[in-house]
């Protein structure tokens, strides 16, 4: 299955020359729910992941406020919703009544002093082997990149609750073949429903933050510059930064731009985006997924433009951003 972006609805550079120069090649992901293996490029999916290396771990600085979930329970409460869903043409299946307590229990919250403190393993977020990823820029020798992060608040700033590995697949050997398990999860809207990736190559003009300020507001007049004619929504890799909404941008030469282990710049790395497409950016819904488009069964209307199931603050975007010297470093991320 592919994934079509239509062209945008204008061509930016007859009216504004100089941003000719500027354009940069990002990769939609399209996220589908799906069974992705350890071989496909995933959000939320098995990582191939070397038997004899460490999983990585991370223990929050605070203690959650909020009831905790358990991660099985997350997914087995996605799997029995699922197939309440009505899919094209009929209605959703009925529950059982073992069901339906089942999906109680699994809907329960839990206070976070119920579990033991400590480390816990991080979940996979992202995996994209550099075949799927056109136009991201893998360190010489590698193939493969891994995002883990530990779903809670602290996916935002520079700590380690966000990490990457760069691989050369060819060094993998033996594929650790279950992954460690966080006890709790205390985000549970930053647990991915497991997706297979359409890949697309898209190209995309700078969002206001990274352009001279004399540019910026001229393309501010233009409404639809922001949504319409610069970056692309939803999960995409490498190309231009997000828009800030909510929120100022960092002044450039601020400390939140910067590489937190080396202090060297930092480029835009991973899109965790809101939805793929909607109002007011309706234009980069693909032209596979218009009205009445095809889906599979149990999948929801709504599954098409929020596949993942992610909500990233009030539903904001979370840049991923890492060093431009040493990609291995810690990524910076900012709810933007
Ligand atoms: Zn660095």
Same mark, same amino acid.
């Given at each position: 299955?592919?994934?079509?972006?239509?062209?945008?609805?204008?061509?930016?550079?007859?009216?504004?020359?100089?941003?000719?120069?500027?354009?940069?090649?990002?990769?939609?992901?399209?996220?589908?729910?799906?069974?992705?293996?350890?071989?496909?490029?995933?959000?939320?999916?098995?990582?191939?992941?070397?038997?004899?290396?460490?999983?990585?771990?991370?223990?929050?600085?605070?203690?959650?406020?909020?009831?905790?979930?358990?991660?099985?329970?997350?997914?087995?409460?996605?799997?029995?919703?699922?197939?309440?869903?009505?899919?094209?043409?009929?209605?959703?299946?009925?529950?059982?009544?073992?069901?339906?307590?089942?999906?109680?229990?699994?809907?329960?919250?839990?206070?976070?002093? *119920?579990?033991?403190? /400590?480390?816990? #393993?991080?979940?996979?977020? &992202?995996?994209?082997?550099? +075949? $799927?990823? !056109?136009?991201?820029?893998?360190?010489?020798?590698?193939?493969?990149?891994?995002?883990?992060?530990?779903?809670?608040?602290?996916?935002?700033?520079?700590?380690?609750?966000?990490?990457?590995?760069?691989?050369?697949?060819?060094?993998?050997?033996?594929?650790?073949?279950?992954?460690?398990?966080?006890?709790?999860?205390?985000?549970?809207?930053?647990?991915?429903?497991?997706?297979?990736?359409?890949?697309?190559?898209?190209?995309?003009?700078?969002?206001?933050?990274?352009?001279?300020?004399?540019?910026?507001?001229?393309?501010?007049?233009?409404?639809?510059?922001?949504?319409?004619? *610069?970056?692309?929504? /939803?999960?995409? #890799?490498?190309?231009?930064? &997000?828009?800030?909404?909510? +929120? $100022?941008? !960092?002044?450039?030469?601020?400390?939140?731009?910067?590489?937190?282990?080396?202090?060297?710049?930092?480029?835009?790395?991973?899109?965790?985006?809101?939805?793929?497409?909607?109002?007011?950016?309706?234009?980069?819904?693909?032209?596979?997924?218009?009205?009445?488009?095809?889906?599979?069964?149990?999948?929801?209307?709504?599954?098409?433009?929020?596949?993942?199931?992610?909500?990233?603050?009030?539903?904001?975007?979370?840049?991923?951003?890492?060093?431009?010297?040493?990609?291995?470093?810690?990524?910076?991320?900012?709810?933007?």
């Amino acid at each position: 299955m592919t994934r079509t972006t239509p062209p945008r609805p204008l061509d930016i550079t007859e009216a504004f020359p100089e941003l000719a120069g500027l354009a940069r090649t990002a990769c939609r992901l399209h996220p589908v729910p799906g069974k992705p293996t350890v071989h496909d490029s995933s959000v939320g999916g098995p990582l191939l992941w070397p038997a004899d290396e460490p999983w990585p771990e991370y223990e929050l600085t605070y203690v959650p406020y909020e009831p905790v979930t358990k991660l099985a329970d997350i997914h087995l409460r996605r799997t029995l919703l699922t197939r309440t869903y009505s899919p094209p043409g009929g209605p959703g299946e009925t529950l059982t009544e073992d069901e339906q307590e089942t999906l109680r229990r699994a809907s329960a919250d839990h206070p976070p002093e *119920s579990f033991p403190s /400590g480390p816990q #393993a991080l979940i996979p977020l &992202a995996q994209l082997y550099s +075949r $799927d990823a !056109p136009g991201l820029a893998f360190p010489q020798g590698t193939d493969l990149l891994q995002v883990l992060w530990a779903p809670s608040y602290e996916i935002e700033g520079d700590s380690a609750a966000v990490q990457l590995r760069w691989r050369r697949t060819s060094e993998v050997r033996d594929v650790l073949l279950a992954a460690p398990e966080p006890v709790y999860v205390a985000m549970q809207w930053c647990v991915p429903v497991p997706c297979v990736l359409h890949p697309e190559p898209v190209r995309e003009f700078p969002p206001y933050q990274s352009l001279d300020k004399d540019l910026a507001a001229r393309l501010m007049e233009w409404d639809f510059y922001e949504s319409e004619l *610069s970056v692309a929504p /939803g999960w995409k #890799a490498g190309g231009w930064p &997000a828009h800030f909404t909510f +929120r $100022d941008p !960092p002044e450039p030469d601020s400390a939140e731009l910067r590489c937190p282990e080396c202090g060297g710049p930092v480029d835009a790395l991973l899109t965790v985006g809101g939805t793929e497409w909607g109002k007011p950016n309706d234009s980069w819904r693909p032209v596979e997924c218009g009205e009445g488009a095809e889906r599979a069964p149990g999948q929801s209307s709504q599954d098409l433009r929020d596949p993942t199931d992610v909500t990233i603050g009030r539903g904001y975007t979370l840049q991923i951003y890492n060093c431009v010297g040493t990609p291995s470093h810690l990524p910076r991320r900012i709810m933007q």
